[in-house]
């Protein structure tokens, strides 16, 4: 079953062309490469004697070694590992085809110019009904009055529960903090300059604090170990790129949030390997799990780096207990691998049940805080996706020089750090836009839950996140991806209601979706569970 | 007897062993054993060039006018502050904008913009920008517009779309050493300089990159593409549209790319217009207009380097694809997005605002040269940039690198100036310094020159090769045998750190 679905699902076909022995091409265009440096002197000794047969011949054999370099030449994907002078005929037959090309190239023969595998790769239309449910909702967005009849996002996790807060705290002052001094005077060149690329010191102690405001204050962030970045999506990538070189893997608890499969993998080509978790057990994470995973892998031979997990998690909404990242610590410390703990609904909690972050953990315990990286970003808990800033807080500092260097590729605008720094450095404002918030999406999940539940659509039990993870199984025919993904295109194309299937997300039962409901206001909660109540009924 | 050797072998080699496993893996015993990836722990960034380590010395010294008047000057920094004034005059005016007044765009829509494309109305507005300091004889298409955050991930993300790990780029030297890295380092792309050289201005000639192009063939790599940047950082010049056209011939018959970094466009203060790459493409049907790609940024041009500004310019509907994708790791805030559309539709303050920069750089440029002709320093005629190109060969005590570091340190600890050496922008020729002006007042600048006309008329230049070379070889230096004083250079090598930074001369 395990095999099963991870062959079937779009997403794990490998985006890099990861280390492969040398193609058969190879070896045939060192072939005719030498044959040519054998039969051009030949010519001068066929004219000589006038060899009918050989004179024709040996250009029908060139001709022949000719096709089969052009054809080489097209057909050739290019490694990804640099050319390594191994042998010397190897070397021999990489002369003679360079120099062939340039006469070829001067004559205007070559064909078009290409562009590289990696983008290709990445051009390639979407294919993981995430991406095209995001996109089908966005060219047909549902409006109360405007477009009554538009699709219905459920599959973005953004929370919009909060913003007439935010958007209150800008309108009383912005203008102040964006280019005002702290004497209260005009100052641009405090936002209009460099500044440092992995963001502004200042900002980084607002950000720290943030942190800490909404982990529940037991737990202190040091503003040196913080690295900014333009959102977490390229925290992530940067991570990535520090900590696992191509072709290395990470283990990944499922179901996991589908974007990990571009942001992780696309450029470093870096390979994720998933580890299931199931409904038995409310997808709890178990270590035995991971182990196996970890076992299996290295018999293939690959190496695994380390672990990812998102606490709370995407899309369960469930959150790791202590004991649980404990065991994750043991495991990492036997394994000697690395923990990436993605945290970026860390303030995005409601109920009884308390967040712990990877970084208490440590705080309290003498572990190895070398391998402990975390991510956190103000898109979710700030519902601030369009201002970028997402963060990487690590306690190795070797992590920390490079992901510091890597920041200029993902900055921080500066003005809008200017903004962020009064705005989070506002505690009172703070508390009382958290606070709200967690009512708010509490009330939402509740209200949706319930709406769910009328239509006998259970959801499994969460205490975090903007999302619903509900089980339609029982909704399903066949049971297996195609009817989830047949059911997903319904809701879809009949319900005009984007949600994401767990295929989506890795996960190994058929049958659930997530329901982001923070996306919604609470007057269109009944409109939801109508639409889905029509595609049941069909 | 056979066996002692043997015993001796193995033993060598378990040490060799050993002591391999303890260097390469060194990071790995430190960090409790949890290694990190290759990119990491390399140094492929090349942070570690002299152009990086001055910024170090000037952070620890700044040169304030009140605070710190014998601080050390930034002059390594190309930044654009010459307009500043007016973009804060700008922003005082209009300080309602930022608060969503009266704009197009709701906060509810700001707050949550996350998508790729960017805000359709911030691309137009950057479209018609960059049509502008094209002089309008360009036509830039908005859809064809990748928004990135700095040119800096422009030029890595093309890098990404261009080529593979392993091929290469061909780049006219002398060229930013940030190329070195951006372009590098995590894409796994190389770098084949062409050389230029100072008989011509360092202008790119045909045979420089056939050459360049068959090195790469020798070295079996695959060359994707030739990256220009025009107006040139570091020469401060533009690229002529002759030489233009000979690149996109030269491009066309490889079957390779042309990327052309156009950062500095709006600073070409000559009354020779700037002629972008786009124009000449555009105005001909003979290139394949797929194969060219313009990075841009406002961090130059409009001096805001803070706000993130970068933009790829291609007509290939595929690398706009893939470049769009990977933009998601270097997004703009939609906020920096919604206050910059307002300021670059201000079409009056746009062209006042270029035309006062340029003025001002031209009369910078100007008084700058002539300072250092005075005093017998030679520099390259530029007409764009923030920068000067400074030919200080004459001073230096020994031909070679070892020479060009030694005169950097002398200006760096002894001048109190922190200008790039030509090394570090893999230039050919020893002896030339980038000296950048734009991201200070003309008075800051008039210290400068200052400074350099002080040292020079003490003779300081002479007494430094002698201090430099140690007491025995000081005779012979300032008999001016030459021949002893680059031995003596060589000798000393890089780390002749035992220079006393004396007290300014003022």
Same mark, same amino acid.
């Given at each position: 079953?395990?095999?099963?679905?991870?062959?079937?699902?779009?997403?794990?076909?490998?985006?890099?062309?990861?280390?492969?022995?040398?193609?058969?091409? $190879?070896?045939?265009?060192?072939?005719?490469?030498?044959?040519?440096?054998?039969?051009?002197?030949?010519?001068?000794?066929?004219?000589?004697?006038?060899?009918?047969?050989? #004179?024709?011949?040996?250009?029908?054999?060139?001709?022949?070694?000719? &096709?089969?370099?052009?054809?080489?030449?097209?057909?050739?994907?290019?490694?990804?590992?640099?050319?390594?002078?191994?042998?010397?005929?190897?070397?021999?037959?990489?002369?003679?085809?360079?120099?062939?090309?340039?006469?070829?190239?001067?004559?205007?023969?070559?064909?078009?110019?290409?562009?590289?595998?990696?983008?290709?790769?990445?051009?390639?239309?979407?294919?993981?009904?995430?991406?095209? $449910?995001?996109?089908?909702?966005?060219?047909?967005?549902?409006?109360?009055?405007?477009?009554?009849?538009?699709?219905?996002?459920?599959?973005?996790?953004?929370?919009?529960?909060?913003?007439?807060?935010?958007?209150?705290?800008?309108?009383?002052?912005?203008?102040?903090?964006?280019?005002?001094?702290?004497? $209260?005077?005009?100052?641009?060149?405090?936002?209009?300059?460099?500044?440092?690329?992995?963001?502004?010191?200042?900002?980084?102690?607002?950000?720290?604090?943030?942190?800490?405001?909404?982990?529940?204050?037991?737990?202190?962030?040091?503003?040196?170990?913080?690295?900014?970045?333009?959102?977490?999506?390229?925290?992530?990538?940067?991570?990535?790129?520090?900590?696992?070189?191509? #072709?290395?893997?990470?283990?990944?608890?499922?179901?996991?949030?589908? #974007?990990?499969?571009?942001?992780?993998?696309?450029?470093?080509?870096?390979?994720?390997?998933?580890?299931?978790?199931?409904?038995?057990?409310?997808?709890?994470?178990?270590?035995?799990?991971?182990?196996?995973?970890?076992?299996?892998?290295?018999?293939?031979?690959?190496?695994?780096?380390?672990?990812?997990?998102?606490?709370?998690?995407?899309?369960?909404?469930?959150?790791?207990? %202590?004991?649980?990242?404990?065991?994750?610590?043991?495991?990492?410390?036997?394994?000697?691998?690395?923990?990436?703990?993605?945290?970026?609904?860390?303030?995005?909690?409601?109920?009884?049940?308390?967040?712990?972050?990877?970084?208490?953990?440590?705080?309290?315990?003498?572990?190895?805080?070398?391998?402990?990286?975390?991510?956190?970003?103000?898109?979710?808990?700030?519902?601030?996706?369009?201002?970028?800033?997402?963060?990487?807080?690590?306690?190795?500092?070797?992590?920390?020089?490079?992901? %510091?260097?890597?920041?200029?590729?993902?900055?921080?605008?500066?003005?809008?750090?200017?903004?962020?720094?009064?705005?989070?450095?506002?505690?009172?404002?703070?508390?009382?836009?958290?606070?709200?918030?967690?009512?708010?999406?509490?009330?939402?999940?509740?209200?949706?839950?319930?709406?769910?539940? &009328?239509?006998?659509?259970?959801?499994? %039990?969460?205490?975090?996140?903007?999302? *619903?993870?509900?089980?339609?199984? #029982?909704?399903?025919?066949?049971?297996?991806?195609?009817?989830?993904?047949?059911?997903?295109?319904?809701?879809? %194309?009949?319900?005009?209601?984007?949600?994401?299937?767990?295929?989506? *997300?890795? *996960?190994?039962?058929?049958?659930?979706?997530?329901?982001?409901?923070?996306?919604?206001?609470?007057?269109?909660?009944?409109?939801?569970?109508?639409?889905?109540?029509?595609?049941?009924?069909? | 007897?056979?066996?002692?050797?043997?015993?001796?072998?193995?033993?060598?080699?378990?040490?060799?062993?050993?002591?391999?496993?303890?260097?390469?893996?060194?990071?790995?015993?430190?960090?409790?054993?949890?290694? +990190?990836?290759?990119?990491?722990?390399?140094?492929?960034?090349?942070?570690?060039?002299?152009?990086?380590?001055?910024?170090?010395?000037?952070?620890?010294?700044?040169?304030?006018?009140?605070?710190?008047?014998?601080?050390?000057?930034?002059?390594?920094?190309?930044?654009?502050?010459?307009?500043?004034?007016?973009?804060?005059?700008?922003?005082?005016?209009?300080?309602?904008?930022?608060?969503?007044?009266?704009?197009?765009?709701?906060?509810?829509?700001?707050?949550?913009?996350?998508?790729?494309?960017?805000?359709?109305?911030?691309?137009?507005?950057?479209?018609?920008?960059?049509?502008?300091?094209?002089?309008?004889?360009?036509?830039?298409?908005?859809?064809?517009?990748?928004?990135?955050?700095?040119? !800096?991930?422009?030029?890595?993300?093309? !890098?990404?779309?261009?080529?593979?790990?392993?091929?290469?780029?061909?780049?006219?030297?002398?060229?930013?050493?940030?190329?070195?890295?951006?372009?590098?380092?995590?894409?796994?792309?190389?770098?084949?300089?062409?050389?230029?050289?100072?008989?011509?201005?360092?202008?790119? !000639?045909?045979?420089?990159?056939?050459?360049?192009?068959?090195?790469?063939?020798?070295?079996?790599?695959?060359?994707?593409?030739?990256?220009?940047?025009?107006?040139?950082?570091?020469?401060?010049?533009?690229?002529?549209?002759?030489?233009?056209?000979?690149?996109?011939?030269?491009?066309?018959?490889?079957?390779?790319?042309?990327?052309?970094?156009?950062?500095?466009?709006?600073?070409?203060?000559?009354?020779?217009?700037?002629?972008?790459? +786009?124009?000449?493409?555009?105005?001909?049907?003979?290139?394949?207009?797929?194969?060219?790609?313009?990075?841009?940024?406002?961090?130059?041009?409009?001096?805001?380097?803070?706000?993130?500004?970068?933009?790829?310019?291609?007509?290939?509907?595929?690398?706009?694809?893939?470049?769009?994708?990977?933009?998601?790791?270097?997004?703009?805030?939609?906020? !920096?997005?919604?206050?910059?559309?307002?300021?670059?539709?201000?079409?009056?303050?746009?062209?006042?605002?270029?035309?006062?920069?340029?003025?001002?750089?031209?009369?910078?440029?100007?008084?700058?040269?002539?300072?250092?002709?005075?005093?017998?320093?030679?520099?390259?005629?530029?007409?764009?940039?923030?920068?000067?190109?400074?030919?200080?060969?004459?001073?230096?005590?020994?031909?070679?690198?070892?020479?060009?570091?030694?005169?950097?340190?002398?200006?760096?600890?002894?001048?109190?100036?922190?200008?790039?050496?030509?090394?570090?922008?893999?230039?050919?020729?020893?002896?030339?310094?980038?000296?950048?002006?734009?991201?200070?007042?003309?008075?800051?600048?008039?210290?400068?020159?200052?400074?350099?006309?002080?040292?020079?008329?003490?003779?300081?230049?002479?007494?430094?090769?002698?201090?430099?070379?140690?007491?025995?070889?000081?005779?012979?230096?300032?008999?001016?045998?030459?021949?002893?004083?680059?031995?003596?250079?060589?000798?000393?090598?890089?780390?002749?750190?035992?220079?006393?930074?004396?007290?300014?001369?003022?």
């Amino acid at each position: 079953m395990n095999h099963s679905r991870s062959r079937r699902n779009p997403t794990r076909e490998p985006d890099f062309p990861t280390a492969k022995p040398p193609s058969p091409g $190879g070896s045939s265009g060192g072939g005719a490469g030498a044959a040519m440096r054998l039969i051009v002197p030949l010519q001068g000794v066929v004219q000589g004697r006038g060899g009918l047969i050989l #004179g024709s011949v040996i250009p029908g054999a060139l001709y022949y070694f000719f &096709q089969l370099y052009l054809k080489r030449c097209r057909s050739a994907k290019p490694n990804s590992n640099p050319p390594s002078p191994s042998s010397s005929s190897a070397q021999l037959a990489d002369l003679s085809r360079s120099s062939s090309r340039s006469n070829l190239s001067s004559r205007g023969s070559v064909g078009p110019v290409r562009v590289s595998a990696r983008a290709n790769s990445i051009a390639k239309p979407n294919a993981s009904p995430y991406y095209i $449910g995001l996109e089908r909702a966005s060219e047909d967005p549902y409006d109360r009055f405007d477009n009554p009849d538009g699709i219905m996002q459920l599959g973005l996790s953004e929370n919009r529960l909060s913003l007439d807060l935010i958007e209150t705290w800008i309108l009383e002052n912005l203008e102040r903090s964006m280019i005002g001094g702290a004497d $209260g005077n005009l100052n641009i060149s405090g936002i209009a300059t460099y500044q440092p690329l992995d963001g502004m010191m200042e900002m980084k102690i607002a950000v720290a604090g943030f942190m800490s405001q909404v982990m529940g204050t037991t737990v202190s962030f040091d503003p040196s170990r913080l690295v900014l970045t333009s959102g977490a999506t390229p925290a992530i990538e940067t991570l990535c790129f520090c900590l696992a070189d191509q #072709g290395n893997a990470f283990l990944v608890p499922t179901p996991y949030y589908p #974007g990990f499969d571009r942001d992780m993998k696309w450029r470093t080509g870096v390979e994720l390997i998933p580890v299931h978790c199931r409904s038995s057990d409310n997808f709890a994470l178990s270590v035995t799990a991971l182990d196996q995973a970890f076992n299996q892998a290295r018999k293939r031979g690959q190496r695994v780096r380390g672990i990812l997990i998102s606490n709370p998690s995407n899309p369960i909404g469930n959150m790791l207990n %202590k004991e649980t990242l404990y065991s994750l610590l043991d495991f990492a410390r036997e394994k000697n691998i690395h923990i990436i703990s993605d945290e970026i609904f860390a303030g995005s909690t409601y109920g009884s049940e308390e967040f712990v972050s990877m970084a208490e953990i440590l705080e309290s315990e003498d572990f190895d805080k070398d391998r402990v990286h975390i991510i956190y970003g103000l898109s979710k808990d700030l519902s601030l996706p369009g201002f970028r800033v997402g963060v990487i807080y690590s306690f190795n500092t070797s992590v920390l020089a490079a992901a %510091k260097k890597l920041a200029r590729f993902s900055s921080v605008s500066a003005p809008t750090q200017r903004i962020l720094i009064s705005m989070l450095s506002d505690t009172r404002f703070i508390q009382r836009y958290i606070e709200t918030t967690r009512e708010r999406i509490q009330k939402m999940y509740v209200a949706f839950a319930a709406g769910l539940k &009328q239509l006998g659509i259970e959801c499994t %039990k969460s205490s975090a996140g903007l999302y *619903c993870w509900a089980d339609m199984s #029982g909704l399903i025919r066949p049971y297996n991806e195609k009817g989830e993904l047949e059911l997903w295109d319904k809701l879809l %194309k009949i319900g005009k209601i984007n949600v994401t299937p767990g295929s989506a *997300c890795h *996960c190994i039962e058929p049958g659930w979706f997530r329901c982001c409901f923070t996306m919604l206001a609470e007057e269109d909660i009944p409109v939801v569970i109508k639409r889905i109540q029509r595609v049941v009924e069909t | 007897m056979a066996r002692v050797p043997a015993l001796t072998t193995s033993i060598q080699y378990t040490q060799h062993y050993l002591l391999e496993k303890l260097v390469v893996k060194g990071v790995v015993v430190l960090m409790g054993f949890c290694s +990190l990836s290759t990119l990491a722990m390399a140094d492929r960034h090349g942070e570690d060039s002299p152009y990086f380590a001055g910024w170090k010395a000037y952070d620890l010294n700044p040169y304030d006018l009140l605070y710190n008047p014998s601080g050390i000057i930034q002059m390594g920094l190309a930044e654009n502050q010459v307009g500043t004034d007016l973009l804060e005059e700008w922003l005082e005016k209009h300080s309602d904008i930022p608060t969503w007044k009266g704009t197009l765009t709701s906060f509810k829509q700001t707050a949550l913009y996350q998508d790729y494309h960017g805000l359709a109305n911030f691309r137009k507005a950057l479209a018609n920008f960059m049509a502008e300091v094209r002089g309008r004889r360009v036509k830039i298409d908005p859809d064809m517009i990748v928004l990135t955050a700095g040119a !800096t991930a422009g030029n890595e993300i093309l !890098t990404f779309c261009i080529a593979d790990p392993g091929e290469a780029l061909l780049v006219p030297t002398p060229y930013y050493p940030g190329f070195d890295r951006d372009l590098r380092w995590r894409t796994g792309v190389d770098i084949i300089p062409v050389k230029c050289y100072s008989y011509n201005n360092f202008e790119v !000639t045909l045979p420089a990159l056939e050459k360049a192009y068959q090195e790469g063939l020798s070295k079996k790599q695959s060359i994707k593409a030739i990256l220009i940047t025009n107006p040139s950082n570091p020469l401060g010049l533009t690229i002529s549209p002759q030489t233009l056209t000979m690149i996109l011939d030269f491009a066309a018959e490889k079957s390779i790319h042309v990327i052309s970094d156009e950062v500095y466009a709006g600073t070409v203060f000559s009354s020779q217009p700037f002629t972008s790459i +786009l124009e000449i493409v555009q105005s001909s049907n003979k290139y394949d207009p797929e194969t060219v790609h313009v990075v841009y940024s406002l961090s130059k041009d409009l001096g805001l380097p803070g706000f993130r500004i970068g933009a790829i310019y291609s007509s290939n509907p595929r690398i706009i694809t893939a470049s769009r994708r990977m933009s998601s790791f270097s997004l703009i805030s939609s906020q !920096t997005q919604v206050l910059l559309k307002c300021l670059l539709s201000d079409s009056g303050f746009i062209a006042e605002y270029l035309a006062t920069i340029k003025e001002r750089l031209k009369r910078r440029h100007g008084e700058f040269k002539r300072g250092l002709k005075e005093i017998g320093i030679d520099s390259l005629e530029g007409n764009a940039g923030l920068f000067s190109w400074v030919n200080l060969r004459n001073l230096l005590v020994c031909d070679n690198w070892d020479g060009e570091m030694k005169l950097w340190r002398v200006i760096l600890e002894e001048i109190g100036l922190n200008v790039s050496p030509g090394c570090s922008f893999h230039c050919e020729e020893p002896g030339w310094f980038r000296v950048c002006y734009g991201n200070m007042s003309e008075d800051e600048m008039n210290v400068a020159l200052g400074r350099i006309k002080a040292f020079m008329s003490a003779g300081r230049a002479q007494e430094i090769a002698v201090l430099s070379m140690g007491k025995t070889d000081a005779l012979a230096a300032a008999e001016g045998s030459s021949g002893v004083a680059a031995a003596a250079c060589t000798s000393l090598g890089l780390d002749a750190g035992d220079l006393q930074p004396e007290p300014l001369a003022h």
